[in-house]
């Protein structure tokens, strides 16, 4: 078993002929090692592990991607035979059928270790709500371990298992991530199923996924992701496949002055503006934003009616053997009785104006990157104080579930005294692609090493640039580039950017007649009578491609684009007759060189006509 065991690493390994029962024994004798009883609930005892690892079929990773891979599962997602408890031993019960998405990972060849502890309920952010020992940070046991997914995060964190599924309401699956140095996939809502989970907000929750990588984290997410038509609140997303690079003019946000929160930390801020510089590098300079409009959908999440959606989650409980609970888990929940049906409707109202305010932040931003948390609690502190602590801990992460975004907790740079430090990149729903491909990129640059260990976090894998079997390339040259307006057509339905190429020397570019909005046409003509156009390729499904042509307007359509990298694919074109007034604007080589001078110009307009203006007033 390798130091820490990827797929890459555990997939070559089996190519090399290692037994997955060695891999077995390696990750009992790991866990005897660490001496923490607080990581498992329940194991699998180790000869039945053994015994369905001897029971996979030959080795074959494109059948089954998860061959071999050794994972766990948070004790609030029900696996037949073994006891779900939720942290609340009163309250246990033995399920007889897997939850769907734990199934779909048993069905790709993964082997189950056991099911991990958890703040009781998933109610907290700190890892000691519960009866049972506390698992310990697996970087600094003074330091909470995070969560609710505590165990499943610490478990990861120690190359115990290669990932682990936990869940999400309001970054369960994202600050143990951060806490203990790992990765924390935090999917678009409905995106898998929930069937089997006990719910915490049903109407927020998703299963999330703890790795060592990006690349592991997302290869699981992949597995799992898919409807559900048993499950009311499951969606047919399309889950794009990960770019094979950074799309052109990826617009980067981060929160501004007034929106930094570190609780007087400094290491923490430091940390935390390495890791941007770092970002930055890779994407370009991140604009500020205010998260005012964030922190106030945060405070609708305990404060407001939200917290009675928990109570509905647990209520023969709380009116039947409240006394079974934690007492700090019966006093959150029990803060339901606060609010009333009214009240649940004004906290409606009041979530739809606030998500408003912050969606139109998508207009001019693509990705945001926060800290994953403001500062590390001790436990001591969480001791002294239940609650402050780990409400603190939410800063970045209660608002994301109700304004329905996907989330990458990425570990950054550490602290000066060598504590992680991370960020958690945010993107609308349906982005989880393009969060993987900026993760990736941005883990193999900034964190020094994956969890407690010391291997190196490999280098992102540039992916392959070319559309994969059963996807069509799509060519395109407006407004649907990266960062326009209309790219949203693109990855709404699922669509994967490949690559940058340039068109042949024989198409020119006009922006047709008519508008707002302005629209171009890029037009084939004799050979050598035009120039080199700078275009995307995006990668689309058949049905999504056939849903988006379906729109194009005339005189626009799709036809064969020859690139100068000598592909041939689909992409917008003009027909002859639709140019007839239209402006040539190939000696600006591409659209996005066109709509920067065009929008200097007005500038340098208006600001003559300022000055006119200004000097008729003096005269």
């Known amino acids: 078993m390798p130091p820490f065991p990827t797929i890459p690493l555990l997939h070559a390994a089996y190519a090399a002929g290692l037994d997955p029962r060695a891999v077995v024994a390696e990750a009992y004798r790991r866990l005897a090692a660490i001496d923490d009883p607080g990581i498992f609930i329940a194991l699998v005892p180790e000869g039945a592990v053994r015994d369905a690892a001897a029971a996979l079929p030959p080795f074959d990773p494109v059948s089954r991607p998860l061959w071999g891979i050794p994972f766990a599962v948070k004790d609030n997602i029900d696996v037949a035979g073994l006891p779900t408890t939720a942290a609340c031993p009163d309250f246990a019960y033995t399920p007889v059928e897997t939850a769907p998405a734990v199934a779909r990972l048993l069905a790709a060849g993964a082997i189950l270790i056991g099911k991990t502890n958890l703040d009781q309920f998933a109610t907290g952010l700190v890892g000691l709500r519960t009866p049972y020992p506390a698992p310990r940070n697996a970087i600094d ?41 790992v990765v924390g996939l935090k999917p678009s809502l409905g995106a898998i199923s929930t069937r089997g989970m006990l719910p915490a907000c049903r109407t927020l929750d998703t299963l999330s996924v703890f790795a060592g990588t990006v690349a592991d984290a997302d ?51 430091a940390a935390f503006a390495a890791t941007v510089a770092d970002l930055e590098e890779l994407a370009g300079a991140a604009a500020p934003v205010d998260f005012a409009p964030m922190f106030a959908v945060s405070g609708l999440l305990y404060d407001g009616p939200w917290v009675a959606e928990r109570y509905a989650a647990i209520r023969p409980v709380m009116e039947t053997r409240p006394d079974i609970l934690h007492p700090t888990t019966r006093a959150v929940i029990g803060a339901a009785d606060r609010h009333s049906a009214a009240d649940a409707f004004a906290g409606l109202y009041r979530l739809a104006e606030l ?12 990705v945001l990157a926060v800290p994953t948390y403001p500062r590390p609690q001790t436990c001591a502190a969480v001791r002294a104080d239940p609650i402050g602590p780990n409400s603190e ?5 209660n608002f994301v579930n109700l304004l329905d975004w996907c989330a990458l907790a990425v570990p950054g740079h550490e602290r000066a005294d060598g504590f992680p430090s991370g960020v958690t990149l945010l993107a609308p729903r349906g982005h989880d692609g393009l969060l993987a491909a900026l993760g990736a990129r941005l883990h193999a640059v900034a964190a020094p090493r994956i969890g407690a260990g010391t291997l190196p976090v490999p280098a992102a894998e540039a992916g392959a640039a070319r559309a994969k079997p059963g996807e069509i390339e799509l060519v395109v040259v407006g407004a649907h580039l990266s960062g326009l307006p209309l790219n949203r057509e693109l990855t ?26 302005q629209r171009p046409g890029l037009l084939r003509v004799v050979e050598g009578g035009g120039g080199p156009i700078e275009t995307e390729v995006w990668a689309l499904a058949p049905a999504a491609f056939g849903a988006f042509v379906a729109g194009i307007p005339a005189p626009l359509g799709i036809g064969t684009v020859r690139l100068a990298d000598g592909t041939a694919p689909k992409g917008f074109l003009v027909e002859a007759a639709g140019i ?11 659209w996005r060189r066109y709509i920067a001078s065009h929008a200097a110009a007005q500038r340098s307009h208006t600001d003559v006509v300022a000055d006119v203006a200004d000097r008729d007033s003096k005269e």
């Open 141 to 181: 046991p003074a330091y909470v371990p995070g969560g609710s997914s505590s165990g499943s995060a610490v478990a990861v964190a120690h190359g115990i298992v290669t990932f682990a599924i936990g869940t999400d309401t309001a970054g369960s699956g994202r600050v143990p991530a951060g806490l203990n140095n």
């Open 219 to 269: 290869a699981a997410f992949r597995v799992m992701a898919g409807p559900d038509g048993a499950d009311p609140w499951s969606r047919a997303l399309p889950v794009a496949s990960v770019p094979a690079g950074l799309p052109p003019g990826l617009r980067l946000g981060v929160p501004d002055a007034a929106s930094l929160r570190f609780g007087g930390d400094g290491l923490s801020e």
């Open 355 to 366: 998500r408003r305010a912050a969606d139109a932040l998508w207009d001019y931003v693509d």
């Open 393 to 397: 801990l939410g800063t970045y992460t």
């Open 492 to 517: 709404e339905r699922g669509a994967r950017y490949l690559r940058a190429a340039e068109t042949g020397p024989d198409y020119r570019l006009h922006v047709l007649p008519g508008g707002p909005p």
């Open 580 to 590: 007839d007034g239209a402006t040539d604007i190939t000696r600006f080589s591409g």
